[in-house]
């Protein structure tokens, strides 16, 4: 099983549109939660953490479910600048010293006109 | 500059020759990393250095050598490549503070093709 996963998509959507995307992680005992953005051929950047109590960020939504280890980010009112690969990174227990993160996969979204 | 920059963006080298790639950051961190990217692959990590001390080396190949002189400075030297080694290889950094989860700011990597 992989440590996290995430649904590769592609999503295509039309402009305005909700979409969800969802992730599961393997340790139990993980620490910290990301979601990270990447446009094509670019690097990944930041888009939000992920707390225990869910959190918000203008059109995005950020829910962490530690019983089932399960992530999800949600995104309203879909723009054609939304279009990107979106990255569910985890930071497992155990990591120590050294700051390791995982990455899934990443699910590929479009948003179309 | 800010951020995390590297050089060069681009490279392409034979399987015999020797480069290396240069990372900088320039936001105050502590932490930084080497990555690697293929095709439709997740990221991998490949090393870590805390304070210019390694802390992880995910099994890497030793035709890859990282070098950390400095908090700031982070290096990647190559050596007797393979072509399954093309791939973009981005370069991270933290502010890294133990216990607590602390997000990662990436370079805008090096497209890599080894011939």
């Known amino acids: 099983r992989k440590e996290v996963e995430q649904d590769p998509g592609p999503f295509n959507v039309p402009e305005g549109a909700t979409v969800a995307f969802n992730c599961t992680y393997s340790?139990?005992?993980?620490?910290?939660f990301f979601w990270y953005r990447q446009d094509c051929r670019k690097e990944p950047k930041l888009l939000m953490s992920v707390y225990s109590s869910g959190n918000e960020d203008g059109r995005f939504t950020a829910q962490l479910n530690r019983a089932s280890q399960y992530i999800s980010l949600l995104i309203r009112d879909s723009k054609l600048s939304d279009s990107a690969t979106y990255l569910c990174?985890?930071?497992?227990?155990?990591?120590?010293?050294?700051?390791?993160?995982?990455f899934g996969q990443g699910t590929t979204l479009q948003v179309k006109p | 500059e800010t951020g995390v920059t590297q050089t060069p963006r681009h490279l392409v080298m034979g399987m015999t020759n020797k480069k290396s790639l240069k990372c900088e950051q320039h936001?105050?961190?502590?932490?930084m990393y080497w990555y690697k990217q293929s095709a439709k692959k997740p990221l991998e990590l490949m090393f870590v250095y805390n304070f210019k001390e390694q802390t992880e080396n995910n099994s890497v190949p030793s035709r890859f050598s990282p070098e950390c002189p400095n908090s700031s400075h982070l290096f990647l030297h190559l050596h007797t490549l393979q072509p399954e080694d093309s791939a973009l290889y981005l370069c991270?950094?933290?502010?890294?503070?133990?216990?607590?989860?602390?997000?990662?700011?990436f370079g805008p990597g090096t497209r890599l093709t080894v011939t």
């Open positions: 340790n139990s005992a993980s620490q910290s």
């Open positions: 990174v985890v930071r497992p227990h155990g990591s120590g010293n050294t700051g390791k993160l995982i």
């Open positions: 991270a950094s933290s502010q890294y503070i133990t216990g607590t989860g602390i997000e990662q700011y």
């Open positions: 936001l105050g961190h502590n932490a």
